[in-house]
């Protein structure tokens, strides 16, 4: 028999797949490292995997405790799915412009969804960081992970993302390209990859245009769950070898390109991750070898990047952008 023991036991080792029609004209490898296949359906199954085993640890989570984070996407799916796994609490606490089906989602899995205003400053009694500090003073056994200062956050990249790339491409990996949200990824993964290759491989961030990594101020963008407008502790400044920025406009029809020519139903954030990529590759060569980390599946922004209305609001689909659009009976 072949099976598993439980459904956490499958986060990670996640493949490579090679991309052919996006590439086409280019001299370069491009692989990407399919972080949906994940359980919880992203690379932050990685992360909420080795924040908790660390706090058991180290004692600050123990036996019926509660985990409280204040998160609505993808940390909070892989932290639920862990806790339920070893019998932990999870509350989240979210803006109210998160979706019902966001929120639904991580109550799907057990957790309590606290919703609080976001037109308040983060200061406010009543903003989420406010409210989850509240929580967790308040609730008994409480424990918050903290992704965006926790050093297992990076550490869990480290451990598990560079070696898999590393052993999945014989050692041939010579660029290496991932969005930047919290910088767990990139410093971690980026920090293996350039130790195992006296500092051979190269490390490429991507960044929405006008957030702080890429020289920006923190204006306002579009692409999900990268970018920040403060630098987090978990962003490690001496790994990146370059920052590429991307607009919103490029990273959606890159997203869009990606499932429609190479059968990649991904999340913005990969469609950016590939456009940096891709900008990359022009420069190489028929040796080089790029990875690029797609950290999630289209499923969570069927109402947004792959919905024509809403991204014809934004000004973002002309008629010829893609050849045909999502709505189209080909
Ligand atoms: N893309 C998506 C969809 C994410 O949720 C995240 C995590 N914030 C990232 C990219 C960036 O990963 P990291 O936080 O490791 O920089």
């Known amino acids: 028999m072949e099976y598993y023991e439980h459904v956490v036991d499958l986060v990670g080792n996640t493949p490579l797949v090679k991309l052919n029609a996006l590439t086409e004209g280019l001299q370069p490898l491009v692989l990407a490292k399919v972080e949906y296949l994940n359980p919880g359906g992203s690379v932050k199954d990685r992360i909420a995997l080795r924040m908790v085993e660390a706090a058991e640890a180290a004692g600050l989570l123990k036996p019926g405790g509660t985990i409280v984070e204040p998160t609505s996407g993808n940390t909070g799916v892989g932290l639920a799915m862990v806790a339920q796994r070893k019998g932990y609490q ?14 639904n989602v991580l109550k799907a899995y057990g957790a309590r969804v606290v919703v ?31 992704q965006y200062a926790n050093p297992e956050n990076p550490a869990s990249h480290y451990h598990s993302t560079g070696p898999e790339i590393w052993r999945q491409t014989d050692g041939r990996i010579t660029h290496f390209v991932a969005g930047v949200g919290t910088g767990g990824t990139i410093s971690g993964t980026g920090r293996y990859l350039k130790e195992v290759s006296d500092g051979k491989v190269a490390v490429v961030g991507a960044d929405p245009e006008g957030s702080v990594y890429s020289g920006g101020t923190g204006r306002p963008y579009l692409v999900e769950g990268v970018g920040e407008d403060f630098w987090p502790e978990t962003y ?91 709505g ?3």
């Open 90 to 103: 999870c509350v989240f606490v979210c803006p109210d412009k998160v979706s019902e089906d966001k929120r």
């Open 116 to 146: 609080c205003p976001t037109a308040v400053p983060p200061e406010h009694p009543d903003s989420y960081y406010s409210v989850s500090d509240r929580l967790v003073k308040e609730i008994d056994g409480a424990w918050k992970p903290n």
């Open 236 to 326: 490690d400044r001496g790994v990146a070898d370059e920052i590429i920025a991307v607009s919103d406009a490029e990273s959606f029809d890159i997203t869009r390109r990606l499932a429609l020519e190479e059968g990649l139903l991904v999340g913005g954030s990969c469609g950016m991750a590939v456009a940096a990529a891709l900008r990359l590759a022009q420069r190489l060569g028929p040796d080089d070898v790029v990875v690029v980390l797609l950290p999630d599946g289209g499923r969570g922004y069927l109402g947004k990047v792959f919905n024509d209305q809403w991204m014809s609001s934004f000004g973002f689909l002309s008629p010829d952008s893609s050849g045909a659009t999502v």
């Open 328 to 330: 189209d009976v080909l």
